[in-house]
């Protein structure tokens, strides 16, 4: 049976990795393989259908006409032929129909009526539930509702007020459908276009669904047998770069083309990483309005499309209530530049005074004649007040002049800049007046996922992500060395003993500054307490990051009530398993001092 690919599940695998499109168009043409179900996925996933089901019979004995579809088990046609026929007889609960418009279909889970909403079907329309085993909404959840919702409105004739996620202790999540519309509407366009034209140039590449896909076997395979997609073995970045090697190259023509193609593919890539470091630092200086311009011609004579960061920019304005202030069509075929065939001459920077530059330009001329005024005391109670006014200039212009700049400490610190503060005063205040994005390696990635894989293993704090991922945003490669940071952390003392408390936040304030950070762990130490920071890094860090255990100490001495002195602190160095607990770190008073005497300047 051929697969239809305009259904709400394949256009959620889209926006999870377009590969997935690829394998399934080409599954039988090309031989691929589906990795087998393991029993975790297997539990999984009869987790979700009875979350489903529970969920359904709790909406029976709410409602009382109520029909499911699903037990009836009729052919596709028949079962959307049903869902239409229970639509329109008014039935409260819908559950497992199928709606179709000749091109999308799918199958959902519940439709709900909504007696408060008129609608073709006379007083009364319906809106979309959909069962998710899961902790909290993630972005896939809330376009594959859209696609139910559009079906649903070509049935109705209006399209519903919200949709709904039924998610873990059947807790009701309500997302506006107007609020993501339009973002749908672009995204699903993308997706046609990529059906009709893009899929056979669609290319595997790492994402945050590998570790979860069917297909990832398929996709590692690719990579090993395609060089261009294998990452930079030596940089610390490599798992973001692009591969080249010359293996299997035996003429210099062959080793041209391949240097020639590996060079497009870094410009193509680095020029992409440059702009969006650019486009980040310009768009987090906008105080109050953002405004973002492209266009069709630059010096020469073709047209080029705008920037990738600009139409991204474009998309979330749009979904985000953005004004569009002009939208020129692309340039037809064969048009010439405008600039070059009408070229137009202005002065710039423009003259802001205009006409009045002559009145201006007298008005120096004035002062350039008078002799100058020792801004001595005048009696005359208007001449002192320009006395004043006189001496405030030229102090602020002096100051101007000075070359120390004092920097505002922020009213709010994380406890790495407490560190910061005690360890180089100077170098927090240049990143403080002039912040700039700091890129994520893999040192900080494995250093996230062991800290969360730690947390799993004493609470289900791992639910906060969602079962099926360890890091939805950022995920991390197999990596030897995550494995070898987990076992040598179970072979420490602390894997056999069980923590009080696990990743706990806090905020306290000292000395008028609002400090926040998160503890790694506590556990009780005979009749206190001991804090613990893991650390995934081998080298015993400095004085100055003693300033982090003395801030957790405190921290934790207010949220529990206990005594300081009745709490320690320490590092744990997980790839060594030595345990630094320094004896002498700073109290209440010290830290209150550190903050207090500080002046921060910067040169």
Same mark, same amino acid.
């Given at each position: 049976?051929?697969?239809?690919?305009?259904?709400?599940?394949?256009?959620?695998?889209?926006?999870?990795?377009?590969?997935?499109?690829?394998?399934?168009?080409?599954?039988?043409?090309?031989? /691929?393989?589906?990795?087998?179900?393991?029993?975790?996925?297997?539990? =999984?996933?009869?987790?979700?259908?009875?979350?489903?089901?529970?969920?359904?019979?709790?909406?029976?004995?709410?409602?009382?006409?109520?029909?499911?579809?699903?037990?009836?088990?009729?052919?596709?046609?028949?079962?959307?032929?049903?869902?239409?026929?229970?639509?329109?007889?008014?039935?409260?609960? *819908?559950?497992?129909?199928?709606?179709?418009?000749?091109?999308?279909?799918?199958?959902?889970?519940?439709?709900?009526? $909504?007696?408060?909403?008129?609608? $073709? /079907?006379?007083?009364?329309?319906?809106?979309? /539930?959909?069962?998710?085993?899961?902790?909290?909404?993630?972005?896939?959840?809330?376009?594959?509702?859209?696609?139910?919702?559009?079906?649903?409105?070509?049935?109705?004739?209006?399209?519903?007020?919200?949709?709904?996620?039924?998610?873990?202790?059947?807790?009701?999540?309500?997302?506006?459908?107007?609020?993501?519309?339009?973002?749908?509407?672009?995204?699903?366009?993308?997706?046609?276009?990529?059906?009709?034209?893009?899929?056979?140039?669609?290319?595997?590449?790492?994402?945050?669904?590998?570790?979860?896909?069917?297909?990832?076997?398929?996709?590692?395979?690719?990579?090993?047998?395609?060089?261009?997609?294998?990452?930079?073995?030596?940089?610390?970045?490599?798992?973001?770069?692009?591969?080249?090697?010359?293996?299997?190259?035996?003429?210099?023509?062959?080793?041209?083309?391949? *240097?020639?193609?590996?060079?497009?593919?870094?410009?193509?890539?680095?020029?992409?990483?440059?702009?969006?470091?650019?486009?980040?630092?310009?768009?987090?200086?906008?105080?109050?309005?953002?405004?973002?311009?492209?266009?069709?011609? =630059?010096?020469?004579? =073709?047209?080029?499309?705008?920037?990738?960061?600009?139409?991204?920019?474009?998309?979330?304005?749009?979904?985000?209530?953005?004004?569009?202030?002009?939208?020129?069509?692309?340039?037809?075929?064969?048009?010439?530049?405008?600039?070059?065939?009408?070229?137009?001459?202005?002065?710039?920077?423009?003259?802001?005074?205009?006409?009045?530059?002559?009145?201006?330009?007298?008005?120096?001329?004035?002062?350039?004649?008078?002799?100058?005024?020792?801004?001595?005391?005048?009696?005359?109670?208007?001449?002192?007040?320009?006395?004043?006014?006189?001496?405030?200039?030229?102090?602020?212009?002096?100051?101007?002049?000075?070359?120390?700049?004092?920097?505002?400490?922020?009213?709010?610190?994380?406890?790495?800049?407490?560190?910061?503060?005690?360890?180089?005063?100077?170098?927090?205040?240049?990143?403080? &007046?002039?912040?700039?994005?700091?890129?994520?390696?893999?040192?900080?990635?494995?250093?996230?996922?062991?800290?969360?894989?730690?947390?799993?293993?004493?609470?289900?704090?791992?639910?906060?992500?969602?079962?099926?991922?360890?890091?939805?945003?950022?995920?991390?490669?197999?990596?030897?060395?995550?494995?070898?940071?987990?076992?040598?952390?179970?072979?420490?003392?602390?894997?056999?003993?069980?923590?009080?408390?696990?990743?706990?936040?806090?905020?306290?304030?000292?000395?008028?500054?609002?400090?926040?950070? =998160?503890?790694?762990? *506590?556990?009780?130490?005979?009749?206190?307490?001991?804090?613990?920071?893991?650390?995934?890094?081998?080298?015993?860090?400095?004085?100055?990051? &003693?300033?982090?255990?003395?801030?957790?100490?405190?921290?934790?001495?207010?949220?529990?009530?206990?005594?300081?002195?009745?709490?320690?602190?320490?590092?744990?160095?997980?790839?060594?398993?030595?345990?630094?607990?320094?004896?002498?770190?700073?109290?209440?008073?010290?830290?209150?001092?550190?903050?207090?005497?500080?002046?921060?300047?910067?040169?």
């Amino acid at each position: 049976m051929k697969k239809n690919f305009y259904t709400p599940s394949f256009f959620k695998k889209y926006l999870q990795c377009k590969y997935i499109i690829f394998n399934e168009y080409n599954e039988e043409k090309l031989g /691929l393989k589906r990795k087998e179900i393991t029993k975790s996925d297997d539990l =999984r996933f009869k987790k979700g259908f009875k979350h489903e089901k529970e969920y359904f019979n709790s909406l029976k004995k709410k409602y009382k006409k109520v029909i499911d579809i699903k037990s009836l088990q009729l052919p596709r046609d028949d079962k959307i032929k049903k869902t239409l026929e229970s639509i329109h007889e008014g039935y409260e609960i *819908i559950y497992n129909g199928h709606l179709d418009d000749g091109k999308w279909s799918g199958e959902f889970d519940f439709l709900e009526i $909504n007696k408060n909403l008129k609608s $073709n /079907l006379g007083n009364y329309s319906y809106e979309i /539930l959909d069962a998710k085993n899961t902790s909290k909404i993630k972005p896939d959840h809330v376009f594959q509702l859209s696609v139910y919702s559009d079906l649903l409105e070509k049935v109705q004739g209006i399209r519903p007020l919200k949709s709904h996620i039924i998610l873990k202790g059947m807790k009701k999540n309500s997302v506006s459908s107007d609020s993501v519309f339009d973002f749908y509407k672009l995204n699903k366009k993308k997706y046609e276009n990529f059906i009709e034209y893009g899929i056979k140039d669609a290319k595997s590449e790492k994402c945050s669904h590998c570790k979860l896909c069917e297909w990832q076997d398929e996709c590692k395979n690719n990579w090993l047998k395609n060089e261009k997609h294998v990452p930079f073995p030596l940089r610390g970045d490599a798992l973001e770069l692009p591969a080249f090697s010359f293996d299997g190259i035996e003429k210099n023509s062959e080793a041209a083309k391949a *240097i020639k193609a590996f060079g497009t593919q870094c410009v193509d890539h680095i020029k992409m990483r440059e702009e969006m470091r650019l486009a980040y630092v310009a768009i987090t200086r906008a105080r109050t309005h953002l405004l973002c311009t492209a266009s069709w011609w =630059r010096d020469g004579s =073709r047209s080029v499309v705008p920037s990738n960061i600009f139409n991204i920019i474009a998309a979330s304005a749009s979904s985000n209530g953005g004004l569009l202030i002009s939208d020129v069509p692309a340039p037809e075929e064969g048009d010439e530049n405008p600039t070059l065939e009408n070229p137009q001459t202005a002065q710039w920077p423009r003259d802001y005074l205009g006409e009045k530059r002559s009145q201006f330009s007298a008005a120096v001329d004035l002062v350039n004649q008078v002799t100058e005024h020792p801004l001595t005391t005048s009696e005359n109670n208007e001449v002192g007040s320009w006395i004043l006014d006189a001496k405030s200039l030229i102090t602020e212009n002096q100051l101007q002049k000075k070359d120390v700049i004092e920097v505002a400490l922020p009213t709010r610190l994380s406890t790495s800049t407490l560190v910061a503060l005690h360890e180089d005063p100077v170098a927090l205040a240049l990143n403080i &007046r002039r912040p700039m994005p700091r890129g994520q390696d893999q040192y900080s990635r494995r250093g996230t996922a062991f800290h969360l894989w730690v947390e799993r293993e004493f609470s289900d704090a791992a639910t906060l992500f969602g079962d099926e991922y360890l890091d939805y945003l950022d995920p991390l490669e197999d990596d030897s060395t995550l494995e070898n940071l987990k076992a040598s952390w179970l072979k420490s003392s602390f894997a056999s003993r069980t923590p009080v408390r696990v990743e706990v936040p806090f905020e306290t304030t000292i000395a008028g500054v609002l400090i926040r950070g =998160r503890i790694d762990a *506590i556990y009780s130490d005979g009749n206190g307490y001991q804090v613990v920071d893991w650390k995934t890094g081998s080298k015993n860090l400095g004085e100055s990051a &003693r300033v982090q255990l003395a801030m957790y100490r405190l921290a934790w001495a207010k949220l529990s009530g206990c005594e300081l002195s009745k709490v320690s602190a320490a590092f744990h160095y997980v790839p060594t398993g030595i345990t630094d607990q320094p004896v002498d770190l700073l109290n209440e008073a010290d830290l209150i001092q550190l903050i207090s005497d500080i002046k921060v300047k910067s040169k």
